[in-house]
């Protein structure tokens, strides 16, 4: 019976129960996975090898940051793309049509996660049913392998969850191939089982996985890693879109059940809370910061720091004491993400990919390369982000921006304004640490310091009308950024793709940052106090509306960026105030998280995404020239890279041909179930 088991999960690969013209079935893969199981499981290298097989299924259409190709729900409305040969324009994109009906590349982007998660559902299965200690495993490195295929497991239903909603869960031990068809098939599970099952594989996960990874084994998960998924899964159920909704009513598997939840259960934010207390309490993760500078001029690679505006108390205090004295806040965060930290050498991140792909034309490296000016730089200039984005960036006090009494005009010198060249509209002016890593707004300065040619090297860049980088007076290409906002975020100071030296980014899929905002989160939202069990129960955590809570886990956040805490503000004390401090929260996520594939899931967790992806998209207007530069500036619908909003966006759909394959398996709200 176990030789079935075995054969009816190499059929179910990529959880097809029966794939018809599939690359996945063919007859050196049945041989490959026949072999003598306890000749693999004995030797180390064939087992790691095992186990490397489940770890790609991660990459590729599992990437979550990167270039469009591999990760449309990087994309949401903060950033835009407008280069062809993405397999999906944006405004289909933007529009939802990408479901099964549409085939081709669009129907392949949202169908192949589906099946590459599945694949590695099953090669983390088959894994933990027979990797065993032997000669060449220790009993230590047998529970770490193991360890990490709980994790892995987990990990691809946690995306899974995400991108489709209630999946199917598969019975970890196989089934047997030779059962009625009725028997093979599978419904979907509800979002709270699904939850629950994730949770658990990271409990299997973190009892077994060590604390901490050498250098050389950085990107392999750690008992935190397990549970900051375990955490980030307990808070998606407990967020509006899934707890509580009826909204989604209709969506039910074969036999009617309700796969979301119709009950609203506070319980769910308290067992979140608790969840990223759990990581908290390790007391392995800190946010990261760099070093003040005292040194480097005013541009170049690495600027001398500037300070924010003085506060009494940050101002004065220096990182470890709680404040900003000694740290420089655009260094701390941009080196976060343009390769100047090695996974090891980052305390603030939890779990990574490592360097996503670097010979891959998809991931970070690549959205970098999409980011960068095509003159000076030889990037492609094709992915910026939207205005309102741009506005969501608060003034360096920590208020929030006003366009309506924002300062007009332009620079007069590089350095009028900190961060600040010469000709640079002054709406950008005096704006936080985060706006000008992440922003390369027109007259933005790109050192590019590796260039050879010192003509590439330190320059200003300008989306004018007729400009090298703006709109072309005559072109039949796309590089060019329909908001005239580009992003700056991901790119190294140094490099440059002309000339010069690449540089490998870090994927940051889970930082310690999201963890801090996730806790605040979950106990703005209780109204009574919850006794939860630790994860290893070793102790049972009393949680509710700490304010002081909520307070020390944002305060770590907004000092990194150089703001004070938001009742610091001058805009009441939202700690008192649910409403108000859940406003606070989601506008620090969108601005912390940019690019970082959380947008996209938050607003439709939240239940914001009808409102918020349904606006037009603003920008500046790229069809007016350098001449009669003040009216760039003004902010403009940009036709070419519009949305709406509809239900069946909140979850992706199901392939037609899985549909096909399993009679029991229920197409997500608003898509055709092709029945």
């Not at 097809?16 to 063919?26: M, T």
């Not at 590695?120 to 047998?142: C, D, K, N, W």
């Not at 209630?166 to 009725?182: F, Q, T």
């Not at 992706?652 to 898509?671: C, D, F, I, M, S």
Request: contains cysteine; glycine residues 8%; charged residues 25%.
């Amino acid at each position: 019976m176990k030789k079935k088991y075995i054969l009816l999960s190499i059929i179910i690969s990529l959880g097809a129960f029966f794939q018809s013209c599939s690359d996945y079935l063919n007859v050196e893969r049945y041989f490959n996975d026949r072999q003598d199981l306890e000749r693999i499981f004995n030797s180390r290298d064939y087992t790691e090898q095992w186990l490397a097989n489940a770890y790609y299924q991660l990459l590729s259409f599992n990437l979550e940051i990167g270039h469009v190709r591999f990760t449309l729900t990087n994309y949401s409305d903060d950033m835009i793309f407008t280069e062809g040969g993405a397999g999906i324009s944006y405004s289909n994109y933007k529009f939802g049509q990408y479901g099964p009906q549409y085939g081709g590349n669009a129907g392949a982007l949202v169908s192949r996660p589906w099946d590459q998660s599945y694949e590695g559902i099953r090669q983390a299965s088959i894994f933990l049913q027979h990797v065993h200690p032997g000669p060449e495993i220790t009993e230590e490195m047998y529970k770490d392998l193991k360890g990490q295929a709980y994790f892995i497991r987990g990990y691809l239903y946690w995306l899974l969850l995400r991108k489709y909603g209630p999946v199917p869960i598969l019975p970890d031990e196989g089934i047997d191939y030779e059962a009625p068809y009725s028997e093979l098939a599978y419904p979907r599970n509800t979002y709270d089982e699904c939850v629950e099952y994730i949770s658990e594989q990271m409990l299997l996960a973190a009892e077994l996985l060590e604390s901490n990874r050498s250098t050389r084994d950085a990107s392999r998960p750690t008992k935190g890693a397990a549970l900051a998924v375990r955490a980030k899964a307990y808070l998606y159920g407990a967020s509006p879109l899934m707890n509580g909704n009826p909204e989604m009513a209709s969506f039910v598997d074969d036999q009617g059940r309700q796969l979301i939840s119709q009950e609203y259960d506070e319980e769910k934010w308290a067992k979140a809370a608790a969840a990223a207390l759990d990581v908290i309490k390790l007391g392995k993760y800190e946010i990261y910061v760099a070093p003040k500078r005292s040194t480097g001029g005013l541009w170049g690679a690495y600027p001398k720091t500037i300070d924010p505006p003085y506060h009494p108390v940050y101002s004065e205090k220096t990182w470890k004491e709680g404040g900003w004295k000694d740290i420089d806040p655009l260094d701390s965060y941009r080196a976060l993400f343009n390769g100047d930290l090695y996974v090891s050498e980052n305390p603030e991140l939890i779990f990574s990919r490592g360097d996503n792909q670097l010979n891959d034309e998809y991931g970070i490296t690549s959205m970098s390369r999409h980011q960068m000016p095509v003159d000076k730089a030889g990037g492609w200039n094709c992915h910026g982000i939207t205005g309102k984005q741009a506005d969501a960036y608060a003034m360096n006090d920590g208020k929030l921006f006003d366009r309506s009494t924002s300062i007009q005009g332009f620079t007069q010198y590089d350095g009028e304004y900190p961060y600040l060249r010469k000709d640079v509209w002054l709406e950008y002016a005096n704006r936080e640490p985060r706006f000008y890593a992440s922003v390369a707004f027109s007259g933005a300065h790109w050192a590019c310091t590796s260039a050879r040619d010192a003509n590439n090297r330190d320059f200003q860049t300008f989306y004018y009308y007729g400009e090298n980088d703006g709109r072309k007076i005559v072109s039949t290409d796309d590089r060019w950024i329909p908001t005239g906002i580009g992003m700056m975020k991901y790119v190294n100071p140094k490099e440059s793709y002309k000339d010069g030296t690449v540089y490998p980014k870090v994927d940051p899929a889970i930082r310690y940052a999201d963890i801090l905002l996730m806790y605040a989160e979950a106990l703005n939202e209780l109204t009574t106090t919850y006794q939860i069990a630790s994860w290893d129960g070793s102790e049972t955590h009393a949680i509710s509306r700490d304010v002081a809570a909520m307070k020390a886990a944002v305060l770590p956040v907004r000092l990194r960026a150089g703001l004070p805490n938001f009742d610091e503000i001058g805009i009441g004390d939202p700690y008192n105030n649910p409403d108000e401090l859940r406003k606070e929260i989601k506008r620090e996520r969108q601005i912390e998280f940019l690019g970082e594939n959380q947008r996209y899931y938050d607003l439709r967790r939240w239940k914001d995404a009808p409102e918020e992806e349904s606006q037009m998209i603003y920008g500046c207007n790229t069809t007016v020239p350098k001449e009669y530069r003040e009216f760039f500036y003004e902010q403009v619908v940009v036709p070419s890279v519009q949305t709406s909003w509809s239900m069946k966006k909140y979850f992706w759909p199901v392939a037609y041909e899985e549909l096909k394959r399993n009679a029991r398996l229920t197409q997500a709200p608003g898509w055709p179930s092709f029945d």
